[in-house]
């Protein structure tokens, strides 16, 4: 027969469970979460958090604040990444925008379509998709490829016309067309 107190431990995870379930229920919105979560989270609406800077004071202080971005995400409501994929996939909670010139790295590359990041981290995976699509790259063929061969494959990003934008910002000419 159990005694009172070795009821107690049992009662209690009982409780702090059902107070995580009641605070994991409640909606999730991105003004709501602190600097270091922000990123890589999505609120119930569905709609990606984005960390952003502003200004305030005298002094021009800065200050971080999570912000609700108009990019859906259609299948991760209410969900905030992972330490373990934040890790694994290389990716950095105090980024402030997110672009595709990351995939340029052959190392964040590398992590990003490690297994560990691929078949584990969804959100993450799911945003570099975009990105990826959005120059003209299949991001599992770009996973393929680096696996092979990193080097070609930043330079099939390259070739896509990934960098062209970052290049004429910089001010760097292409060459000119060889004669045929």
């Given at each position: 027969?159990?005694?009172?107190?070795?009821?107690?431990?049992?009662?209690?995870?009982?409780?702090?469970?059902?107070?995580?379930?009641?605070?994991?229920?409640?909606?999730?919105?991105?003004?709501?979460?602190?600097?270091?979560?922000?990123?890589?989270?999505?609120?119930?609406?569905?709609?990606?958090?984005?960390?952003?800077?502003?200004m305030?004071?005298?002094?021009?202080?800065?200050?971080?604040?999570c912000?609700t971005?108009?990019?859906v995400?259609?299948?991760?409501?209410?969900?905030?990444?992972?330490?373990?994929?934040?890790?694994?996939?290389?990716?950095?909670?105090?980024?402030?925008?997110?672009?595709?010139?990351?995939l340029?790295?052959?190392?964040?590359?590398?992590k990003?379509?490690?297994?560990?990041?691929?078949?584990?981290?969804?959100?993450?995976?799911?945003?570099?998709?975009?990105?990826?699509?959005?120059?003209?790259?299949?991001?599992?063929?770009?996973?393929k490829?680096?696996?092979?061969?990193?080097?070609?494959?930043?330079?099939?990003?390259?070739?896509?016309?990934?960098?062209?934008?970052?290049?004429?910002t910089?001010?760097?000419?292409?060459?000119?067309?060889a004669?045929?």
């Amino acid at each position: 027969m159990a005694t009172l107190t070795s009821m107690l431990p049992l009662a209690a995870l009982f409780l702090s469970s059902l107070f995580l379930h009641a605070a994991l229920a409640s909606e999730l919105m991105c003004e709501d979460l602190t600097a270091d979560l922000c990123a890589f989270a999505i609120a119930s609406s569905g709609k990606r958090c984005l960390l952003e800077t502003y200004m305030y004071g005298e002094e021009d202080t800065v200050e971080f604040q999570c912000r609700t971005s108009e990019v859906v995400v259609e299948r991760l409501a209410g969900y905030i990444e992972s330490e373990e994929c934040v890790k694994a996939c290389g990716v950095d909670r105090n980024s402030f925008g997110i672009s595709s010139d990351a995939l340029l790295e052959p190392l964040f590359t590398a992590k990003l379509c490690s297994t560990e990041c691929h078949s584990g981290c969804p959100n993450i995976v799911d945003l570099y998709f975009n990105l990826a699509a959005g120059e003209g790259v299949f991001l599992p063929d770009l996973c393929k490829v680096q696996r092979t061969n990193p080097h070609r494959a930043t330079m099939e990003l390259l070739s896509s016309g990934a960098a062209l934008s970052e290049s004429e910002t910089l001010g760097v000419s292409s060459p000119a067309p060889a004669p045929v």
